[in-house]
């Protein structure tokens, strides 16, 4: 199992930046992906951008491309997520999850098999 941490979520004003950064420990070396994901309340959990570990491919939603930037430090095992020109419509929690079992992309969040507790990121208008 790998633990994840997130930090960085906060409150903003539309059109600002949050950074998020998303600190993997536990068996970490046998990620293939990271994920974000978010959470708004009463939707379901929706994916937001994800990384290979190794090579650093990405991909990300429609909804955000464009406007956040995915990353990673091998050597700190952290994923970031830099979210720019935020809109109020990205408030949620957002989550990072791993996912050890497959080499290929997934925006299923069932599929990925370690999550961290969350954190909240708050846009007003």
């Known amino acids: 199992q790998v633990q994840l941490v997130e930090s960085g979520g906060g409150l903003v004003q539309a059109g600002g930046s949050l950074r998020l950064s998303c600190a993997a420990s536990?068996?970490?070396?046998?990620?293939?992906?990271m994920g974000w994901f978010r959470q708004a309340p009463g939707k379901e959990r929706e994916f937001v951008a994800a990384i290979y570990w190794s090579g650093g491919r990405t991909m990300y939603s429609d909804s955000v491309r464009g406007r956040f930037t995915i990353s990673r430090d091998n050597a700190k095992n952290t994923a970031y997520l830099q979210m720019s020109s935020l809109k109020p419509e990205d408030t949620a929690v957002y989550y990072c999850a791993a996912d050890s079992a497959r080499t290929y992309f997934t925006q299923v969040p069932k599929l990925y098999d370690s999550w961290g507790q969350g954190t909240q990121v708050t846009v007003s208008s």
């Open positions: 536990g068996r970490s070396f046998s990620t293939n992906t």
